[in-house]
């Protein structure tokens, strides 16, 4: 392919790298999730089966979901099925609009090595979890933008990261 589009990664991640607990975000961060929603708005979104499923509002706001999953039963007119990371971001190639992966870890752990931008929200915490982010701060970054927020609970940086060197 002569253009493929960048494949940006989008992740809230405790300093710990912990993503999830029992199949749900392991903080509540009003602020993050109102991000989250504003960035994959009108996007192709690479999911895992658990992600799309226990996400309300996937199919909301002109998201295009691409699932990877081995149940093609999850298919239908809005929804792309895929068994394979690979074959995902495929079909994410010929879709509308940026392709934003969405996790969960074994995602995000094959689609690292290849990203060229990570959506980053760090929360500034250890936290419990059963779910990682793969480390990524031994790769070469650059940080083109950063926020700080903060609410009741939890100090986090949205981070914008991008590859320095091609993969
Ligand atoms: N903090 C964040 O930004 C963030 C982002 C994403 C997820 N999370 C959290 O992470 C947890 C969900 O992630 P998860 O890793 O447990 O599940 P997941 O990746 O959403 O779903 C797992 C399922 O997806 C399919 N799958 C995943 N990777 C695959 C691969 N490489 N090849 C083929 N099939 C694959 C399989 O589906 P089948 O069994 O159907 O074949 C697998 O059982 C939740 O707690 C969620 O809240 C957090």
């Not at 690479?46 to 699932?67: H, M, N, Q, S, Y």
């Not at 480390?135 to 933008?145: A, D, G």
Request: aromatic share 8%; glycine share 6%; charged share 25%.
């Amino acid at each position: 392919m002569a253009n493929p589009k960048p494949l940006q990664l989008i992740v809230a991640c405790a300093e710990n790298r912990v993503i999830g607990r029992a199949g749900r975000l392991p903080f509540d961060i009003p602020e993050d999730k109102a991000w989250f929603h504003e960035k994959t708005a009108g996007q192709t979104v690479v999911l895992g089966r658990i992600c799309f499923e226990t996400w309300p509002k996937v199919l909301a706001d002109g998201r295009v979901p691409v699932v990877i999953t081995r149940n093609r039963a999850l298919a239908s007119d809005r929804v792309r099925v895929a068994a394979t990371v690979s074959e995902a971001l495929a079909i994410a190639q010929t879709l509308p609009g940026q392709i934003m992966v969405c996790g969960g870890q074994r995602i995000y752990e094959e689609t690292l090595p290849i990203a060229d931008r990570i959506l980053l929200t760090l929360v500034h915490a250890e936290v419990p979890g059963d779910t990682w982010f793969p480390e990524w701060r031994h790769l070469p970054w650059r940080e083109t933008w950063r926020k700080e927020g903060r609410d009741a609970n939890y100090r986090y940086t949205f981070l914008s990261l991008d590859r320095a060197t091609r993969p």
